[in-house]
């Protein structure tokens, strides 16, 4: 008996070059999460849609998070057409995608948003599934460099961005930092994000905004760094 497949292609328009392309996704009945990480990184049973988060287009090269691939403006066509087309070489990213696939595609969108000067939040969230596409083949160095750059972008997004609208919003933003320090050793850069966190929701104002299973997450994030670093000075004492 013939498999039945988990992928299926759907059809846009690039918004950059305007031709009829078409991009690869996972079936929702096929998506089996098994857990998740605290910086949301999600793991699946079979196949893993994060694979195919970034849609490119074949013709002109423009690349982005399937969430915000139709959300361009004239500036950024105009950077898209200037610095990405003409060094694209066409080629198509329909079908399955193996891990390396899926960075290669990740990247083109990284450069696309680069490219276009696109807000530090978004360049963040590539920066964020390239980290994790690392982690699922096990590559801790480059995890690692693309989790610093990820921190780096989600700071200046969280100074410079109106965060008020939409599932990624300052509170959201604060986790994420500090959580992302906390992978990278920063801790008492964690504590102060997450504390700032648990500060913000204490506000009677604020609290309604804020969702109590990231409320829940920040604490204990907060527990465990204080064990981290009552473990560390605990070997330090043990090393004197």
């Not at 390396?100 to 000067?117: D, G, Q, Y």
């Not at 992978?183 to 969702?211: A, C, F, H, M, V």
């Not at 109590?212 to 994030?221: G, S």
Request: a neutral charge; hydrophobic letters at 35%; proline letters at 3%.
């Amino acid at each position: 008996m013939e498999e039945v497949s988990s992928l299926y292609n759907s059809k846009t328009k690039c918004p950059v070059c305007e031709s009829s392309i078409e991009f690869t996704k996972v079936k929702s009945r096929s998506i089996r999460l098994i857990k998740q990480d605290t910086d949301f990184c999600p793991w699946y049973e079979g196949e893993n849609p994060v694979y195919y988060e970034a849609v490119i287009c074949p013709e002109c090269g423009y690349g982005a998070h399937v969430t915000t691939f139709e959300k361009i403006n004239r500036f950024e066509k105009t950077k898209i057409k200037e610095k990405i087309t003409p060094r694209w070489k066409k080629r198509s990213f329909i079908g399955p995608r193996t891990i390396e696939k899926a960075l290669e595609a990740f990247k083109i969108a990284l450069m696309n948003l680069i490219a276009s000067e696109a807000n530090k939040s978004e360049v963040a969230k590539i920066c964020l599934r390239i980290a994790w596409l690392h982690r699922y083949e096990g590559d801790e160095v480059q995890e690692k460099k693309f989790l610093e750059h990820a921190l780096r972008n989600y700071k200046m997004a969280y100074q410079g961005e109106d965060l008020s609208e939409g599932k990624f919003d300052e509170y959201v933003c604060m986790f994420i930092i500090g959580e992302l320090s906390k992978r990278l050793g920063k801790l008492d850069e964690s504590s102060q994000w997450l504390s700032r966190l648990i500060t913000s929701y204490s506000d009677p104002n604020k609290k309604n905004l804020i969702s109590n299973k990231l409320i829940e997450t920040t604490r204990d994030l907060i527990q465990e760094i204080k064990d981290m670093k009552a473990n560390q000075s605990n070997e330090e004492a043990s090393t004197a």
